[in-house]
């Protein structure tokens, strides 16, 4: 079954707008990726809006807080983008439409991007976000409310990492993650990235690009690059997992959510048919992207109940 009709329609214009990202430079690509931002829309507006400048290692990362009228929880979102492209102000839309579809203020965090950053540095923002969030959780929505990682693609590869981190650490605590089609296995090629239906807009080249970006071959196996090969997933958060059907990642994302549902933890998967990586947050552009935030929705209603 190919793609839905929208998602082919957009493939055929992006084509004809240039090269592929792995046949540019990171500052090229960001630039290109970027000029998808003003179809996305300004998205609902949220009670209030505030960009926070957190202080890391060797620098500053940027938070934009989304809160809407009286939040239930907060929900904590990394962009995705390979660790090498995406910013908050291209997630603002969809993060505007979580905030008040879920109605749990919503962090997005801006964290450093390779190559001028590479791994571990991602890593480190992530978590420091995660920290701060946890901080300020009830002047975010109250005192022991409901705290959620998520993240897609890459980002959700640091979502996983960072609730590894926090069971192990004891804290903070998480009480959901959402992974939308994460990259969970950087030290391996899953079927998934060979399949010629799975080369769109993300395909093994480009999955190439972005890790020779981010991360040394060496060290792709660590824990804190493949959340995947972690020894045991038991103790981690309920989960929501998305996947595509036509995603290099799709495999090693199914195989997170077995392992976690092996594991123990309480799991909602679905791999959604006829759409392809990047779906989930082309908000106003891909019809997909309503039905995957749907899911999301509705998954974290049915762990947290209004």
Sequence with gaps: MPVDDATAAFLAAMAQAGPPVHELDPPTARVATGALQPLYGQGPEPDSVEDVK???????????????FSPRGVLLYLHGGGWVIGSIEEYDTLGRILAARTGMTTVLAG???????????????????????DRHRAELASDGAPLVIAGDSA????????????????GPHLDAQVLVYPATRLDSEYPSYHEPECQLLLNSDSMRWFLDHYIPVERRAERDASPGGAETLAGLPPTVLLTAEFDPLRDEGEEFAARLEAAGVPVRARRF???????????????????????????LDRLFPR
Excluded at 155 to 170: M, P, S, T
Excluded at 273 to 295: C, K, W
Aim: proline share 7%; net charge negative.
């Design 54 to 68: 957190l202080a890391v290692t060797g620098g500053t990362i940027e938070l934009r807080v989304l809160r809407p």
């Design 155 to 170: 980002g959700g590869n640091l979502a996983a990492v960072c609730a590894l981190r926090a069971r192990d650490a004891g």
């Design 273 to 299: 048919e006829r759409q392809m990586h990047t779906f989930f947050q082309m908000v106003n552009i891909l019809p997909g992207s309503a039905e995957g935030i749907d899911y999301v929705v509705d998954g």
């Design 111 to 133: 964290y450093r991007k390779a190559p001028e950053h590479p791994y571990p540095t991602p890593v480190e923002d992530a978590w420091a976000a995660l920290a701060w969030t």
